[in-house]
Nanobody, 115 residues
Framework: QVQLVESGGGVVQAGGSLRLSCAVS????????VSWYRQAPDKLREFVAT???????SYADAVQGRFTISRDNDKNTVYLQMDSLEPGDAAVYSC?????????WGQGTQVTVSS
């Protein structure tokens, strides 16, 4: 059974940093593409970053240069390092795996950015 558990959210001042974690069980992160999404109140969920099986990352324009996605294969965990946070980054962040057309999501972790 595939499970994703996010952690690391919290309250941070604008300009600060947070590192989110997505611990995965039931499947190897090294063999799958894992993505981060976020959803702010009254807004649609939006793509943030992804890491491909090859390890190559890709980012949404809004976070390019500020966020870094990485993974630790030994811990079977994917990380999202968020630097230079802005009030517009405040949202619930969730990680995602899509396996043969089936989406798996974690419960999400709240990020609050104070100005």
């Amino acid at each position: 059974q595939v499970q994703l558990v996010e952690s690391g959210g919290g309250v941070v001042q604008a300009g600060g940093s947070l590192r989110l974690s997505c611990a995965v069980s039931g499947i190897y992160v090294s063999a799958n593409r894992v993505s981060w999404y976020r959803q702010a109140p009254d807004k649609l969920r939006e793509f943030v970053a992804t890491i491909f099986r090859s390890g190559t990352p890709s980012y949404a324009d809004a976070v390019q240069g500020r966020f870094t996605i990485s993974r630790d294969n030994d811990k079977n965990t994917v990380y999202l390092q968020m630097d230079s946070l802005e009030p517009g980054d405040a949202a619930v962040y969730s990680c995602n795996l899509n396996i043969r057309g089936v989406d798996y999501w974690g419960q999400g972790t709240q990020v609050t950015v104070s100005s």
